[in-house]
């Protein structure tokens, strides 16, 4: 038992992996909120497709800006462990404040609390990411990336199967709209404070093992904003492609519910459970990914995979309705976890360990730009074109996240002998000979100082 005390042990990362899993569990379960409730925000409380999808791209708009910022302060000013503190604090106080708006009936309330609850929930997610690069590296990374996003996105699919069950409960009682939205998202606050206590434990963890393994938690390289502008143009498109993608996916799933009821004819209720098997399936099958990908290697290969899945679905969706739903959602599931298990750790191959703050902090800012701009754009679609209008934007966008995978694939292997797609085994003698070369390096440096 003596083991698991020390920070080293296998079991006592465990630990430590449970808490960073935890962190962002209460923030993907509140981020979907609306997304349950569509039918009731829109044909209860009367918002239109445009206003409901602000709720979401409100939510983005503050983390065009701050999560380089949250990456900054946890890279060189306030640290990991009290950021990601904070962030969980906002995180919280904003599912309460959107809370109070659904039972006050007062729609720039709710905005207002969403605006709040994005201002910690991707800075929160940056720090998650800088936890996991800084206490697992090498092979062990893909496997963890897949096992957070398996635990935040179970959060997101507890969220679609319990939110609409918890509003009808709160309806029974008070018999008001208002009083059982605002009480359901009350409930859903609990979960926030959660990841705020998960956030306080592991800064405790974090503290500790910087102590007894002698490790600063901030590098004694100085970090500054303007290292971004040295960053190599294969991150820039990396961000490319996580933008193009992901706004495929959460705009789909957002307006989702009703977009399974008009289409295929479902239920309510069965289009809420059909509408969140894609995170169920990722909560599931991202570490089962992770672990391939581990053994495997050829990240840039799985990304190429991923995309041409999502392509497939949406083409599905968009244009051949003979075809069962439970498909298209199911290919959109797997396809979501070989790029989430896949994508992610190519950062870390990408960017020093000092910078890795700044550099997650910046792929989230320009993630939300896109979910912001195009969470208002699709709206905008719906409300005048219709879903196969929606359908074939996506289409185009996945089109172009795939060429800029394979212009990425195409740099890495002029310029980095390919590293970012070599097996496992090939991508750890690599990373031996580059370590050897550093040594060797500072070796010389230090004769020619001292002569």
């Not at 083991?3 to 042990?9: A, G, N, W, Y």
């Not at 379960?29 to 997304?35: A, E, R």
């Not at 983390?63 to 000013?77: H, K, M």
Request: with cysteine; net charge neutral.
């Amino acid at each position: 038992m003596i083991f698991i005390c020390r920070p080293d042990h296998i079991s006592h990362k465990a630990i430590v992996l449970f808490f960073i899993s935890f962190l962002v569990f209460g923030s993907y379960y509140c981020y979907d909120n609306p997304g349950p409730l569509q039918d009731v925000l829109r044909k209860k409380v009367g918002l239109s497709q445009f206003e409901f999808g602000n709720l979401y791209s409100v939510y983005s708009w503050p983390n065009v800006i701050l999560p380089i910022v949250g990456g900054y302060l946890i890279d060189a000013v306030v640290g990991l462990r009290v950021g990601s503190v904070l962030f969980a604090g906002f995180v919280l106080l904003g599912q309460l404040i959107f809370a109070a708006g659904g039972y006050l009936e007062l729609y720039w309330l709710m905005l207002v609390g969403r605006f709040v609850f994005g201002v910690g929930g991707e800075s929160l997610a940056v720090g998650q990411n800088t936890y996991a690069s800084l206490w697992f590296v090498g092979n062990s990374l893909n496997l963890v990336f897949g096992l957070t996003l398996s635990t935040a996105r179970l959060g997101s699919t507890v969220n679609f199967w319990t939110v609409g069950v918890i509003y009808d409960y709160f309806y029974e009682i008070y018999e008001d709209v208002n009083s059982a939205i605002g009480w359901t998202l009350c409930a859903a606050s609990i979960l926030c404070l959660a990841s705020f206590i998960a956030a306080v434990v592991l800064g405790v963890l974090d503290r500790r093992a910087s102590k007894i393994l002698e490790r600063d938690e901030i590098s004694q390289e100085k970090v500054q904003l303007r290292d971004i502008f040295q960053f190599p143009l294969s991150f820039w498109l990396l961000c490319t492609v996580c933008v193009l993608y992901y706004v495929t996916i959460f705009p789909f799933i957002s307006f989702g519910q009703e977009f399974l009821v008009e289409s295929y004819g479902l239920d309510k209720d069965t289009a809420n459970t059909f509408i969140g098997l894609p995170y169920l399936i990722s909560s599931f099958g991202s570490p089962i990914v992770g672990f391939i990908v581990d053994r495997v290697g050829r990240n840039l290969s799985f990304v190429s995979l991923s995309i041409v899945m999502t392509l497939t679905s949406h083409i599905l969706f968009g244009y051949v309705h003979i075809i069962h739903p439970l498909v298209g959602i199911i290919l959109i599931g797997i396809a979501y976890s070989t790029l989430a298990s896949s994508l992610w750790p190519i950062c870390a191959l990408l960017i020093p360990s000092h910078q890795l703050g700044t550099a997650f902090g910046l792929i989230q800012s320009v993630q939300n730009l896109g979910l912001a701009l195009i969470g208002m754009g699709v709206g905008l679609i719906l409300d005048s074109l219709g879903y196969i209008w929606s359908e074939t934007f996506f289409n185009i966008c996945l089109v172009i996240a795939l060429i800029c995978t394979l212009i990425m694939w195409k740099l890495d292997s002029v310029n980095n002998g390919g590293y970012l797609n070599l097996s496992s085994k090939q991508r750890e003698e690599e990373r031996s000979l580059r370590l050897e070369s550093k040594k060797a390096t500072k070796s010389w440096r230090a004769s020619v100082i001292s002569m």
